[in-house]
Structures are given as structure tokens and as C-alpha cells.
């Protein structure tokens, strides 16, 4: 196991701080001494072009990056240690799991299930991991994909539904796990562009009913609208944050600057 030196936790308790991140892939710095606080209810929509390091982000967040220094606490909890009196040791992979039960992640593609309805999607993690009874499970999944506009396709396999509805079965497949987090890893960018709207309108409603989101997206408009907060990161670099009015419309750094300016038309 590895030990590291003790590391203080935050005093206010974000939902989420993320501390001098680094994350390589060979000689690749994905994350370069990256920092990040979200606020309980917030959402943060975080944009930039192609391998700047948001995926990853994301996905140290979730504990599906191991990273190779900094450190972060999601929920007031240090992710991927356990304290002992004087030092911090690495979790084992069912520790690991048990904290990655805070965070709900939506991907870019589904990855549901093919052999399952869309009621078996979402009721798999609730009984076999939660180890929720059947039909409480069953009940639950039921409004949540009423909640996200299916409820008439509880009984359809993933090829029967297009895309847009693949998507949000999987947000209600995450949330069906209660997680205190959402974290969106460009969920609209498999879509066709008429299967966009649909899924968007399903992370509004969760934006407005509270939920902390962290969402890395190219749809500005949505970022625009929804946020509380933009971050653009490049090459694995925080570059600029603050409102979307302040982010999208009068960026100070010359980067984000030409970043919008390619982007939007």
C-alpha cells in the first residue's frame, strides 16, 4: 500500500476540493498543479478544447484516475486514503468503491447494459450493490425515469431507444444510487444534434432541484444559462474561471479569449 505524508482537510467543507492535482500519462501532464472548490448546490461547467485535462479531472474526482499528486475530498472526505494517527494510507479497491458511491458519473457514451430493460439498467446498482429490496428499487426507478420523460420505456432494451433516451436512462441510472455529486463527462457529445435538447433539459431540472454538478461540456448556451460558475482549462491548466457572463462574454485571459471566439459564432 502507498502512505502519504498527512494532509489537512478543508475547514468549510465544500462538496468538492480538489488540491494541486497532477496527473500524468508518460511524459503528458493532463493535470498541472490543478485546484478546484464546489460548493454544495453548485454547478460548474467546465470547457476548453480537446486534451486539456477536463475528462481527466473528472475522472480523478471519481476515483477512476489514480492521481499522481495533490489531493481531493469530496463531501469533507479525502479521497483514496484512510487516516491512521500520524499518516494517510491508501484505500483497497473495495474502500475505493465504497466512496465513489458520493458521485453519480454520466459519460459521453451510455454504457448501458444491452441485455437489460431500461428498469433493469437503473435497478441493477440499487439491489446488487446498495442491496436495496427489489421492489423498492423498482418503485424508485419508476420515477426516475418518469423524471427524465421516460416513463412509457421502462420495459425497452438500449436498442430500441435512441440515443437521447440511452442518455438519460444512464442519469437516471446514476441517480438511482443517491449520489451527492453529478459529474458529466461531455454527455451530449455522442448525440445527434436534434437528441441534444432532450437530455440537456433533464440537467437543467437537476440543476434547478439542487444538485452539485460538475459538467464538461462544448454546449456554451447550456454553460451559459445553467452554471453557476465556467472554468476553462487548457493543457491541463486551470486558465480562467468566474460567472459564465464574465467567462463567455468578457474573458480576461487571451487564451480563453480565442477559445470563445473559434467556438461561438
Not at 100 to 119: D, E, I, K
Not at 130 to 139: D, N, T
Not at 147 to 159: F, I, T, W
Not at 195 to 223: N, Q, W
Amino acid at each position: 500500500m502507498r502512505e502519504r505524508a498527512m494532509v489537512e482537510a478543508p475547514v468549510n467543507r465544500p462538496m468538492v476540493q480538489a488540491l494541486s492535482l497532477t496527473k500524468r500519462f508518460g511524459n503528458l501532464a493532463a493535470l498541472d498543479s490543478v485546484s478546484l472548490d464546489v460548493a454544495p448546490g453548485e454547478v460548474v461547467c467546465i470547457i476548453g478544447p480537446s486534451g486539456s485535462g477536463k475528462s481527466t479531472l473528472l475522472r480523478c474526482i471519481n476515483q477512476l484516475e489514480r492521481i499522481d499528486g495533490g489531493a481531493i475530498w469530496v463531501d469533507g472526505e479525502l479521497a483514496g486514503f484512510r487516516r491512521t494517527s500520524d499518516r494517510l494510507i491508501e484505500l483497497t479497491d473495495k474502500e475505493i468503491a465504497r466512496q465513489r458511491l458520493a458521485s453519480g458519473m454520466v459519460f459521453q457514451r451510455f454504457n448501458l447494459f444491452g441485455h437489460m430493460t431500461a428498469l433493469q439498467n437503473v435497478i441493477e446498482g440499487p439491489v446488487t450493490v446498495l442491496k436495496q429490496p427489489r421492489a423498492a428499487a423498482i418503485a424508485e426507478a419508476e420515477r426516475l425515469l418518469a423524471r427524465v420523460g421516460l416513463a412509457e420505456k421502462h420495459g425497452a432494451y438500449p436498442s430500441e431507444l435512441s440515443g437521447g433516451q440511452q442518455q438519460r436512462v444512464a442519469i437516471a441510472r446514476a441517480l438511482a444510487m443517491k449520489p451527492r455529486l453529478m459529474l458529466f463527462d461531455e454527455p451530449t457529445s455522442a448525440l445527434d444534434p436534434e437528441l441534444v435538447g432532450e437530455v440537456l433539459a433533464v440537467m437543467r431540472d437537476l440543476a434547478k432541484s439542487g444538485m452539485t454538478m460538475i459538467v464538461v461540456t462544448h454546449e456554451l448556451g447550456f454553460a451559459r444559462e445553467v452554471a453557476d460558475r465556467v472554468v476553462f482549462m487548457d493543457q491541463g491548466r486551470l486558465i480562467e474561471q468566474g460567472p459564465p457572463a464574465q467567462v463567455l462574454s468578457a474573458p480576461e485571459h487571451p487564451r480563453t479569449r480565442d477559445f470563445i471566439a473559434a467556438v461561438l459564432p
